[in-house]
């Protein structure tokens, strides 16, 4: 055996794919480390085809779903709280914003995607900011708020949405002072331009809209939600692509313009849950959005049906659905006390049997604040723009 050290040529015998390959399986410290080794890799592991498969990895290994609660009343904001939740075991981790709240300051989660947290918040009572906050590395980035200010009379909404094939993103902003002042508008900041420098008049058809909303390919989906009293349109699906900044109107299937809707993605497909319920029972039926050649329809998926209070889908992860049931009590006594029972599950679609994650109790009336904001894991490293 040779005491001489292999020649520098040597070194480099492993083809690049395997390479690759072996990176896949490094944590994200790991990753930010080998990133810094020189020019070739840190252009090789930041680009989009590797982040991909490293999301796909980690997805397949490790998800997290964040749930945000809190109270019902406005002035308790502050001590909302986030769910960092399992959803193979039920197994809740803690978790904590890298910002802190005096009593007048509050928090809205605009969205979660690729290990990326995007949250619009205030301190202190006073302007609001947005900040994008990566909890792998700690980094964090803040961009002015267009809205800058917690506005419970406004009618506003905000969304996440990512370019097709990127790790550029948009937020987009649409707001009007209230329900007479005509149609929205509008504003999008694009990761790419980092200024808020796109609005767009919104067409009359974009009104009452959901605050849930999902995000594919580049395109945003919206549901409305019921008119006022003699007020009788029925409920439809409003998209806007960040592509081409424009807006489209989807109806609905006539069986599911009557029940409660949601939206949902389902292997990169547009689904929509619809949910009829009385007191003692209930019924759950799921379509997908079909398009071809720009030509859209519906196709029935399945349905579920039981006996009790509702479960509601709110995120479909690999074939099954996380539901959540959501349940409030007011028990008289000494005194009047509000209770909220909050049931987590998982549901098999092919199996048709629910498995219990989490059922958590609160002797206070607590508000589960739309839906679900992001069925990614925590640990991916995308690159903050």
Known sequence: MSGRLPNASQMHVLPEELLVEIFLHLDAAGILACRATCRYWRHKLSSYEFLLQLAKKWLAKESHIFIHFGYSLAEQLSVDWIMNLDPLTGQVFQ??????LTQRGWFDLIGVDNGLFYVRYCEDGGESVITIWNPATGQRVEMEDPLQHHCPDCQYQYALVFFPASDEYAVLHISK????????????Y???????????????????????CVAIEGVVYWITYGGYEGDEEPPYIVSFSCLDCTFEQIFLPIEAASHCQELLVRQGRLCLDVNNHNEETFRTDMWQLNEVHGNRSWSWLYMFEGVGPTYRPFLILEEDEIQIMERHMGVFGLEYINITHFHITRYGVAEQERRNLQSIEYNEDVKFRDQIVSRHPVKVIWLLK
């Open 95 to 100: 978790f904590q914003f890298p910002f802190s």
């Open 177 to 188: 002072e209230h329900d007479d002042s005509g149609p929205p508008t509008l504003k999008m």
């Open 190 to 212: 694009a990761s790419f331009r980092r200024n808020w420098d796109v609005q767009v008049a919104c067409p009359q058809f974009v009104r009452r809209l959901n605050p849930s």
